[in-house]
């Protein structure tokens, strides 16, 4: 059971008004898609469209009390189950016994903590005791934006994801990968679906970014060859099939599409079409929250014994199996039953000069800082207002220490 509160639900929904439907989750079901924490600003790549500003680099790490105390607020403010992304920078350049008291911390709050990493330094061993600790998913970002020596195309990135799927195996960890989609990579992109079609199972969620200007990315906007439609066509082109992508809706339509399918050999099939189906589902088992860490029989044991409350609901489960075992028939036939499970999500974050204020209220994607949660684009175009300001953090002690994100030195080096 969850702790979202009515009274955060009902601020959430008023936050989604212009966005609301009976899909949406957020202020439903969820009062958040996800927050990020960031726990180092240090990365050890430099991508062509990093978010990060020029004087990430110059910043020290916030101190281990002060990311407590944030993990502290996320749950105060957003409740029980909330997905956060422990990210940076890049968050395994961080002393690795802090970044497993931050899991386990994070875990003793009830949160859903993901680890958000390039890879380089996220080693079999590091995420052995990170997964022991509680973490829930990790997300790789691999893509042709890091200019790796020895990769020229994200085809021949394949074989470093293939490492990464090994190196995350057996721990019951979600495995994600990151995508930037950019001018130089969207041709290649139907074929990355297909690699991680293949895959499925395996790597749990698909997440494409769009290019966007702002941090310190050297790219700059998109052009019109990079848009949420163009990557979601990539996907119904490879499904060779249209997709419901507005039968779960996170926050803003415009902001992201999050779409649930069944993998069954090649045949991409969606969870879900109805929206209604969707509305009605989560109405009646909003404060259900499914940890896939607890094991699928738990969780499908939680949700049965909901259901016996709602009998309705074996009805309508048995109806929606009845006609998804119908439309993949020929699918399950020829691949011996076999199904596998893949997500995708488009995220169209925002330039730094150009933020819709409508989008920008109604963000699903906040990064926590010591004034609070800030919609992700709205702090990635103001990133050097919340990084570069010193501030006074309580020590689990109690007391008060001062955190100053600039050494002496640091601060002559500093770029406007
Ligand atoms: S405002 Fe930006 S960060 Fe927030 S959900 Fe929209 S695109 Fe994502």
């Not at 240090?42 to 916030?62: A, F, G, K, P, Q």
């Not at 939680?302 to 020929?330: C, S, V």
Request: net charge positive; aromatic share 8%; charged share 25%.
């Amino acid at each position: 059971m969850s702790d979202q509160t009515p009274e955060r639900l009902a601020e959430t929904r008023q936050r989604m008004a212009a966005v609301d439907g009976p899909q949406q989750v957020l202020g439903r079901a969820l009062t958040i898609g996800c927050v990020a924490l960031e726990i180092t600003q240090r990365c050890n790549l430099d991508c062509t469209l990093c978010y990060l500003s020029e004087n990430s680099e110059h910043v020290v790490d916030i101190p281990i009390d002060e990311v407590l105390q944030r993990l502290s607020n996320i749950r105060e403010t957003y409740g029980t189950y909330t997905n956060v992304q422990i990210t940076g920078g890049d968050p395994t350049l961080r002393k690795h016994s802090e970044l497993v008291e931050i899991v386990r911390y994070a875990r003793r709050l009830e949160l859903f903590p993901s680890l958000f990493t390039n890879g380089i330094a996220a080693s079999r061993r590091l995420l052995v005791t990170l997964a022991k600790a509680g973490l829930k998913d990790v997300a790789f970002h691999v893509d042709t934006t890091q200019q790796r020596a020895g990769y020229a195309d994200e085809k021949s990135l394949n074989a470093l994801r293939e490492q990464y799927i090994e190196r995350a195996r057996g721990l019951g960890l979600m495995v994600i990968f990151n995508t930037t989609v950019h001018a130089g990579n969207i041709a290649e992109i139907p074929d990355l679906i297909r690699f991680f079609r293949r895959h499925a199972g395996d790597v749990g969620l698909a997440s494409f970014q769009l290019q966007a200007e702002t941090g310190r990315g050297v790219w700059g906007g998109r052009g019109q060859e990079v848009s949420i439609e163009g990557v979601r066509n990539c996907i119904e082109g490879v499904a060779a099939r249209p997709l419901p992508w507005d039968a779960i809706r996170i926050g803003h339509p415009e902001c992201h599409s999050y779409l649930p399918t069944l993998v069954i050999g090649d045949d991409i099939v969606p969870i879900v079409e109805d929206p209604n189906l969707i509305g009605e589902f989560i109405a009646d088992f909003s404060n259900h929250h499914a940890d896939r860490r607890e094991g699928w029989r738990r969780v499908v044991g939680q949700y049965f014994l909901a259901a016996i409350r709602q009998p309705r609901w074996f009805l309508r489960a048995g109806k929606f199996l009845m006609r998804l075992l119908w439309q993949t028939r020929r699918a399950l036939l020829r691949n011996r039953g076999r199904v596998r499970q893949l997500s995708f999500f488009v995220h169209n974050f925002m330039d730094a000069a150009a933020l819709d204020s409508e989008r920008v209220n109604a963000c699903s994607f906040m990064v926590m800082t010591n004034r609070g949660p800030v919609s992700m684009c709205e702090h990635n175009a103001k990133r050097d207002e919340y990084i570069l300001q010193p501030i006074k953090f309580r020590r689990r002690d109690g007391s008060l220490g001062d955190y100053d994100p600039l050494r002496s030195t640091s601060r002559q080096a500093l770029r406007a």
